[in-house]
């Protein structure tokens, strides 16, 4: 198997997982839905503030 | 029945509840001492040195914290019998399933190399060039995991776990002044107050006590040591002797080095091994020897971890039941990490004290996705049951554990980011 061939197949394999996981399954209460706002606020913020220090590093 | 029947029967009761506890107990004490990885004996090492005895007190609730979040873990494994990685993705969808495992994995492979200093360092005092500890390393975890048995690795695992318990005859050898320890150590207290510095300390025993990879390894463990809902009570003993052990080791690690080095700067745990072995050599080297033994546990876990966890994710066997012909994706995972990690820490000048940074930060942002996705998914009944869901009072602790986690970790990735914020005026 070449590396390309070995490439797409993993590639394909991530878009297969990313399909099959698309819809989540866990009921959409609003504790659910909160908790995971504020989630992605909080990494948003974090992950922003790592992108700060990088480029000020630089 | 007569006292001699009653007390037959009774003996033969217990004799088979012990017998059923020992077919389930492992997961538990193995994730849990695991816990004390080079990282963590560095930091219990640093914490005795710089603040005595008195942030002992600290461990022991650190205890009880740990053992909440990983008791959850056993219920959601035996039940579901899936692992973490799976069931993120099953349950929040591929953007959170995709964003945890490339976390765990990063984090994974960060720590890995933190397992690599340490025992290259330790080995290295007893004249062990780090070349050979490397490969020497590699060989023994390759030769436990090659026998496609999970019974044989966990037994093997397991005394790697005993060994960790040498800081306990170390710190008797230095002869601790026991009222010294009892009157600083178990009341709650900071001395010099609730410094930068402190909470520098303070947040990195957290860090060494609750890990996102802790989370993983032990449901995936769970799952492919086939735990059913029957053995939950056992799980639970297992995480609970798990937790105690883990404590117990801190804070003998914690007594010597207040005993050995109070006051003196401590900068990693090979450090504090050389520096005692001026006073005590036997001492000395049972600390070195503790690290190694750290270290080699740390890496057997979170290289498993990761492992698992693609596993699951691609659908490839994942169990240490499976040969490595049966399972090839799983294992070529498993010793690219090692190897890669080995490698790094052989590069001639590699940037080792940024990886240590590194990890922390990486570490902290995966940590409250990690413990949200937890109690939310041991909330959920379609997936737990109405049986096994968590109770109001488990939700109440473990929500008061998750929300202080959440603000301090957030505070320790900002200070770790800017060390100017909280650092002026000393105090926060």
Redesign the interface.
Known sequence: MTETTRKAGFLA?VGE???????????ATP??KV??LA?RV??FV??G??AY?FVTLL | MNVPARIFYGFRRMSKSLRLFLMVAGPGIIVMVADNDAGGITTYSATGAQFGYNLIWFLVILGPVAYFVQEMTVRLGAVTKRGHAEAIFDAFGSFWGWFSIGDLVLTDFLTLITEFIGMTAALGIFGVPPLLTVVLVIALMGAMVVSGSYWTWEKLTLLFCAANLIYIPAAFLVKPDVPTILSTGIIPNFPGGFTYNMFFFIMANIGTTIAPWMIFFQQSSVVDKGLQEKDIKSGRVDTLIGAFATVLVAIFIIIVTATELHGQPIEDAATASIAIMKHDLLVGRLMAIGLFDAGLLGAICISLASSWAFGEVFGWAHSLNRKVKEAPGFYVLYFTLLVGAGAIVLIPGAPLVLITLFVQVIAVTLLPAALVFLLLLLNDESVMGAKYKNTRLQNIIVTIIVVVIIVLSTLYALSALFPNLFAQGGAL
Not at chain 1, 17 to 27: A, D, E, F, S
């Open positions: 394999k997982i990313t399909r099959k996981y698309k819809t989540p399954r866990i009921k504790a659910v908790a995971l989630l909080y990494l974090l992950v503030l790592l220090k």
